[in-house]
């Protein structure tokens, strides 16, 4: 604060009058200016997160497509790892920023409820899903009079069994087809409490115990079954190793690393195993070129498994982020182009958009296996998918802003809309 000087006149030495007046009390030295209000500086919003979970948010959806022109774009066909990878620990990054500034400032207990009351929010979002889903798929397999939707989408055993079916629903275990994500999230959710816990008191502790659990996973076969029959799709024992990292780099982490991050020999090193992981792909793509990998690496590697997070897909999601950190800064112009708007509202708005999503990506699957229209009908389906999720979030955040200009308190952030205020 600018120090601000008060001059006070002092009184000058002369010779007295022949009638001294009564002294007067001294006036009362002036008040001090008030000091200026010291503003607190809101930190600026990480908008590379919003922008990668947008972006995460569109390839799951075009994945979930049957194969068309825009599947081609998507990084699962040019590598190991997939938007799943992307999701995951961007979901640990920004749980971890919020509810640990929360567990900080109003400690455990509060921290905890709020995060439990998250938890319920995407435990009520995924049984709404769940049941708008089978009604959307049983609509369909109904007025068109083909079963095989139902057989394809995993609803069969609903049919036959209704009451026991919701019943494992709403304990996770039953699942149709591209509703995978949301019951990993839960999970993931319910032990952040304990993690933030962990990690707050020692960070370094709280990734070797994830590390430690993700080899137990692998060594005992440690999994949720899933009801038919069957495993969950994405272990959360595996994938908890992603969350708790993205956790970790929230809670000083990422700086920790910000050295070898910078390092030449790191950039280099992604860049050979980005190249070596996208000629692997490449030979499931082009038989011709199968013979080429050597059968000791063949045996080494495959199956390279998704359902618990194997290290080759971890090492890969670790080598795109380690170049994409070092080349996209968080002060980049063009994080504010209006190329990207679409993507990063998207990205603030990850559970509605992927809930909308899911149902879109079931619409497009019907479309394309009704109508036969080649590759453009394709391209038309995924364009038209992804016009109607960008146009819905851009609905929640003009929605937002509204109620923001209505003096609505905005309450506490939550993790899966933050965006990584950091």
């Not at 899903?129 to 397999?141: C, D, G, M, R, W």
């Amino acid at each position: 604060m600018t120090p601000v000087a008060s001059s006070v006149a002092e009184p000058v030495a002369a010779t007295p009058p022949a009638e001294i007046s009564p002294p007067t009390e001294a006036a009362p030295p002036p008040a001090p200016p008030p000091k200026p209000a010291i503003r607190k500086t809101v930190p600026k919003r990480e908008l590379r997160l919003d922008l990668f979970r947008g972006l995460a948010l569109w390839l799951i959806f075009i994945d979930h497509l049957p194969a068309n022109v825009l599947t081609w774009l998507t990084i699962r066909n040019y590598g190991f790892s997939d938007a799943t990878e992307i999701f995951i620990f961007i979901s640990g990054y920004t749980a971890a920023f919020v509810y640990g500034r929360a567990m900080r400032d109003q400690g455990f207990v509060v921290a905890s409820a709020r995060i439990m009351k998250r938890v319920w929010q995407i435990y009520v979002a995924h049984v709404f899903l769940f049941t708008i889903f089978l009604a959307e798929i049983s609509y369909v397999a109904t007025s068109f009079q083909n079963p095989l939707y139902t057989e394809e989408m995993g609803i069969l055993d609903f049919l036959k069994q209704p009451d026991v079916t919701i019943v494992q629903a709403l304990l996770l275990r039953f699942r149709p087809v591209n509703m995978d994500v949301l019951p990993l999230y839960i999970v993931l959710m319910f032990f952040l409490p304990a993690i933030l816990w962990i990690t707050r008191r020692s960070p370094d502790i709280a990734l070797a115990l994830a590390t430690a659990l993700y080899a137990a996973t692998w060594q005992f076969d440690l999994h949720l079954t899933a009801y038919p029959s069957g495993v969950w799709a994405f272990n959360p024992y595996a994938w908890q190793l992603l969350f708790v990292f993205g956790v970790w780099c929230a809670m000083g982490g990422a700086q920790r690393l910000s050295r070898v991050l910078a390092s030449p020999i790191t950039l280099w090193m992604s860049v050979a195993y980005l190249l070596a992981a996208f000629f692997v792909t490449l030979t499931w793509h082009m038989p011709q070129l199968f013979h080429i990998l050597p059968k000791w690496l063949e045996q080494w590697m495959y199956p390279i498994d998704k359902p618990n997070l194997d290290v080759l897909r971890f090492a890969h999601f670790l080598a795109l982020a380690a170049i994409t950190v070092r080349f996209l800064h968080r002060d980049w112009r063009g994080l504010n182009s209006i190329w990207l708007r679409p993507l990063i509202l998207c990205g603030q708005h990850s559970l509605e958009i992927f809930c909308i999503g899911i149902f879109l990506a079931f619409a497009g699957y019907f479309v394309l296996a009704e109508v036969s229209g080649g590759a453009v009908m394709h391209f038309f389906v995924s364009l038209t998918g992804i016009i109607v999720m960008s146009a819905a979030a851009w609905l929640f955040s003009w929605y937002k802003n509204e109620v923001a200009k209505g003096g609505t308190p905005k309450g506490n952030p939550d993790a899966d809309l933050a965006g990584g205020d950091a």
